[in-house]
Nanobody, 124 residues
Framework: QVQLVESGGGLVQAGGSLRLSCAASGRTFRTYTTGWFRQAPGKEREFVASIRGSGGSTYYADSVKGRFTISRDNAKNTMALQMNSLKPEDTAIYYC?????????????????WGQGTQVTVSS
């Protein structure tokens, strides 16, 4: 089992920044791929970014590339998402996810464990 807890969401004006954190426990964190997804009201959950266990490889959705940065600290079993130049369309509940594989993937169905989500609201 893996437990994931997100934090860091909130309300921010367009152009501002937020940093989300995800704390993991319960299984060897450093080996596996983790990622961030988001879900806006009335929309399906969508991929945001993912990072391999080593932290050496990352992948981003086109909509956030150049604005968001995913990172992880395996010594602390944590993952982060630094979000800059936020836009109203970034408003969503953000989820961290963990999969028992080393392969990067954008498919939510490939992730085995999920956090409870944290709300991010960007005002115009």
């Amino acid at each position: 089992q893996v437990q994931l807890v997100e934090s860091g969401g909130g309300l921010v004006q367009a152009g501002g920044s937020l940093r989300l954190s995800c704390a993991a426990s319960g299984r060897t964190f450093r080996t596996y791929t983790t990622g961030w997804f988001r879900q806006a009201p009335g929309k399906e959950r969508e991929f945001v970014a993912s990072i391999r266990g080593s932290g050496g490889s990352t992948y981003y959705a086109d909509s956030v590339k150049g604005r968001f940065t995913i990172s992880r600290d395996n010594a602390k079993n944590t993952m982060a998402l630094q979000m800059n130049s936020l836009k109203p369309e970034d408003t969503a509940i953000y989820y961290c996810a963990f999969r028992t594989s080393t392969v990067l993937t954008t498919n939510a169905d490939d992730y085995n464990y999920w956090g409870q989500g944290t709300q991010v609201t960007v005002s115009s």
